[in-house]
């Protein structure tokens, strides 16, 4: 399954600055016809519609309050591609004092977020013919950095709940991506101390693009990405990809 970026109608989560921008601006760059960036304060999206006009349009959503993602989900029901890309970390480790509330308050956002994401959008994409769902996960999904070590544990879950939406929705003509950036230059990586190591928020946007059009279910941006990525291809072709259990 593909989905061309051209002439679609997408909305982007967390869409005013960082990744979310990049993303909204690469997707406009591709054709696509609308973007809703989608976040808190919807004041926070002006600089973006005083540079790209009427193509985008704020709205508020906040992935910790169901009932604006229930509300940005009527607004935005020409939707054709979610981007699911906001996101929270806490810096903390297993032993720290602050963990369970820090693992709390990250499933609570990268995980439920998710959840409360596409269940109201789904039916949307649904409706309006072939979509697509695209979820900002983390190489931290994949191995646990200690020092981050609840936000890892909000990515692995929110990894496994991608790819339980991708076998639902893509009987429904709705594609599914999972991204899995490294270090990307984001206030979040400098809060993190990444920002030496941090690429450019635009590679990003890019292997979106190209998971989206190519009918890849995995994208892996950056340097570090495309590393865990190629050690990861074999495990991911021969169990994430495999229908075996399914049937």
């Given at each position: ?13 967390g ?11 690469g997707?406009?760059?591709h054709g696509?016809k609308?973007?809703y ?6 004041q926070?999206v002006?600089p973006?519609?005083e ?6 349009v704020?709205?508020e959503l ?20 979610v ?7 806490r810096t903390a480790p297993a ?10 308050f990250?499933?609570?956002?990268n995980?439920?977020g998710?959840i ?5 959008f ?7 013919g ?5 979820q900002?996960?983390?190489v931290?999904?994949?191995k646990?950095?200690?020092?981050f ?5 909000s ?6 709940i991608t790819q ?7 009987p ?5 991506v999972?991204?899995h ?6 206030d979040?990586a ?6 030496e190591i ?6 990003v946007?890019?292997?979106?693009i190209e998971a ?6 995995h994208?892996?941006?950056d ?6 990525g190629?050690?990861y291809a074999?495990?991911?072709e021969n ?7 399914a049937?």
């Open positions: 399954m593909t989905f061309l970026v051209k002439d679609s109608i997408a909305l982007v989560t869409a005013n600055r960082g990744i979310g921008k990049a993303i909204l601006e997707l406009l760059q696509a609308k973007v960036a989608a976040v808190r304060d919807p926070s002006q973006l519609i540079t790209y006009g009427d193509q985008v704020a709205i906040d992935l910790g309050k169901p009932e604006t993602i229930a509300a940005a989900a009527k607004t935005a029901s020409d939707v054709t591609l981007v699911n890309n906001a996101g929270v970390l032993m720290d004092s602050s963990a369970v509330e820090a693992l709390q990250e499933m609570d956002i995980v439920y998710l409360r994401i596409a269940q109201a789904a039916p949307v994409l649904k409706s309006n072939k979509g697509a769902l695209v900002l996960n983390s931290a999904s994949l646990n950095f200690a020092e070590a609840t936000y890892s544990a990515k692995a879950a929110s990894y496994s339980g939406l991708r076998a639902q929705l893509e429904q003509d709705i594609q599914v999972s991204v950036p490294g270090p990307i230059a984001t979040m400098s809060a993190a101390g990444l920002s941090a690429e450019p928020p635009s590679l946007a890019t292997a979106i989206l059009e190519s009918g890849d279910f994208a892996f941006p340097s570090m990405a495309k590393d865990f190629e050690a074999s495990f991911a169990v994430i990809d495999s229908n075996e259990m049937e």
